[in-house]
């Protein structure tokens, strides 16, 4: 599944990652802010020294023009939806009506098909800057359900895929029960695509996840980090979600869950339970520092308080949220109760951090008509050391000696970033630079993208036009 | 001001465009939607013929790879604006904080500086594939509101800056007279910074303007048409809007206003009116089909029906609506009430058109939860045949036969675009692609962006580098 050779106890292969050294132009870490000159030293896949305003510079070191942030973590990826990009946006109608074109590519997915899609997919956001991927995973089973002979095939080809694109990976193994609430507030069975969603109840699943072998630290293997998820109070019902839970304090690992996306979540979630689904999750013992509540659109002041007073994360997905008409979420009440925000892509109708970054702020004003909820350097932090903590990766998403070795050099004289002030250079990257502004991207040391190439796969947009193309065939 | 050669009536020089054919791969344009192998003669600056399917290619036909447009119109530009992006983003409060800023910019703008800004943010729109901008021009005299030499010195900078930067521009001379209106209804006069926007009355400003010379269909010069605009309901006192209006009527050349961008602006005007500032530009005749009014924000359900009813245009600028924290527009019930919808990139936040078009649909989507208001060649066409016309080029924006030979390719081959189904490749390109995709521009027949590259301008980046530096020093 990875590759041979020595590796460090948490990072991609080290015999990859020879001593190196960078002179990054400008850099920007959550830690430091923004520096000229910073000298950034690495010993196998961390860093071993970072030097803002560096005057001896070895002679090796690798000049970076432009600025160079941390990696970016991408904190709820759902790898399949990418077949979907484009091909939803030609039919009307809601969140549901999207969700069962979604099911269908669901349903025609099979582990080679997976991995050649999930590879390219991760390669796209490689690309893009992306230096660490959670992935929300609850497409389990074969067809109707029946387990693979390793019931952690899909998985371990989600790992897979990661490496072979360059990346790390937190695999959010999903525990995905039921079909949704009923009017009566029943839950409704799973059906159609969905059975491959499930494991039957959380002991099953719980037994299931134990075979990927957790190691120390929530480690799979290199480069790969496990980590639990309660789909949604749609498909975990209350009383199956105490052993998810207890699972991921058991490991010391992430729990993800989607949170309030819809107003008719709520609507059900009430009517069956009498309480908010945040307050579900709450009741179930799921808030806390190492949760990420993911969407989190649709909240009352409570949820809010709840959120934050917890620690946990939320997880905003700005344009899927803006694709799939959910709304806009309350970000800077969440941060101002406590709740560290972080980003996901999640459906991938959009592939940059970047613009989820801005997208928290904007859609703010557009709600508040208030500009300035976030600076860029909070949104920079979500989408840098928050999300990678939120995927537990707490020694990655900064420049600091100990830290894994990834930077992301974000180009300054494109169209899109020229005519910058010195003061404002973060705030020109996170409201005017894209996803083609990434120029090179280095992960525990290792250069996997280099002045826009991804050095790993020759050609990413015909890989993932040739298996998107056989998805949907 | 312009090169010297042969011109056509309203085209660019129509020496520097001999006849050519090209073979576009797949093409969509109002006309006739999407098609495979279409094929585009051009005698001049003209398409001659236009045939989709076509079996005989001349053998000089140029082949175009992707995705073929007709040429994007920018209908609504400030283009000094450009030197604010990023640096505003760096502070907090309101559009009224931020027009503090953007006023020390207009400050120190001098005409030598402005043709450089200008015909570098017009080159930068170029490369977004814009082959035409709507520049709404209000940045007339020197220091303290003295008259230059020539008084249309600056529009006519503007016009060369297009020129040099290989598109066309519509002159949207605007008439700004008032600093705007007081707590009593009464107009504030102009002060600091807005000096230079001012004409004194309707009557010099319709003077200045006739020195410009206006020819047929409002021509000014090659690749050049005039249009008049009202700054808004805050800048100009109803009793002065008809002399404006009487001036594009004259002519029959487009007339501009900024409608309803905050609320603060409504309050205002019904204070000082008893009227919305759609009813006060109705009561001064300045609605209908030659009309584009921008923003149109926040709107009341008879202000939606004057602007339908009159078929004005109604020009949303997304990018910016969301940075100034304007708030959403009702795009859809313009729409069905017969406006016409187009497209413009105001502040220059962001320089995307393809960002703007799905900014109409997906901010329509925040609001409302629903998908899918408007599709994607309803999208297109506001960018395409229904911006140029805003912009008094009905002669444009389509491929067609008799219309200026404008070309846009968009590349289907990135990370955004890759993966797209037949079908569904115009929704690929509007909801997935970027600035960044465009790879080929062609303007009146003649290349103007080759392979992402400006091909009168060499370092685009370089050069709003430099000249936005100096503008801020």
Partial sequence: ??????????????????????????????????????????????????????????????????????????AHSHAFHRALRGITQASRGTFWTWRERMYEVAQRIDPDGYLELARAVYAEMALAGVTCVGE?????????????????????????????????????????????????????????PQLRFGDGDSARWAARVEELAVGESGTLGPGA????????????????????????????VPLHAHLS???????????????????VLNEAGALGPRTS????????????????????????????????????GPASRLAAAGAALTLGSDSHAVIDLLEEARRVELDERLASRERGHFTAAELATAATSAGHASLGWPDAGQLTP????????????????????????LESVIFGATAADIRDVIIGGREIVRDGQHQLL??????????????LD
């Fill in 1 to 74: 599944m990875s590759p041979p050779g020595r590796t460090s106890e948490s990072g991609l292969p080290a015999e990859a990652a020879p001593d190196r050294a960078w002179l990054a132009e400008l850099a920007w870490s959550p830690g430091f802010g923004l520096r000229a000159n910073v000298l950034l030293e690495a010993t196998g896949d961390r860093f071993s020294r970072v030097t803002p305003d560096a005057e001896q510079i070895p002679a090796g070191a690798v000049r970076l023009p432009g600025l160079t942030l941390p990696g970016l973590a991408n």
């Fill in 136 to 192: 929300f995973h609850y497409l389990h089973h074969g067809q109707g359900g029946v387990p693979y002979a390793d019931p952690n095939e899909m998985g371990r080809t989600l790992m897979r895929a990661a490496a072979e694109a360059g990346l790390r990976i937190t695999l959010l193994d999903t525990c995905y029960l039921a079909g949704g609430l009923g009017q009566d507030g029943a839950q409704l069975p799973l059906a159609g």
């Fill in 225 to 252: 980090k496990a980590g639990a998820a309660i789909h949604s109070v749609r498909a975990v019902p209350p009383a199956q979600m105490g052993e998810v839970v207890g699972w991921s304090h058991r490991h010391g």
């Fill in 261 to 279: 996306e819809q107003v008719a979540e709520n609507t059900a979630c009430l009517a069956a339970y009498g309480a908010t689904p945040a307050a």
């Fill in 293 to 328: 509540l993911v969407h989190a659109t649709h909240l009352t002041r409570p949820d809010i308080r709840l959120l934050g007073e917890s620690r946990s994360h939320a997880c905003f997905c700005p344009t899927t949220e803006a694709d799939l008409a959910d709304g806009i």
């Fill in 402 to 425: 100990g830290a894994l070795a990834d930077l992301v050099v974000v180009r300054l004289d494109s169209v899109r970033t020229a005519g910058l002030a010195p003061a404002s250079v």
């Fill in 458 to 471: 020759a050609d990413v947009p015909a890989a993932l036009q040739s298996v998107i193309t056989a998805v």
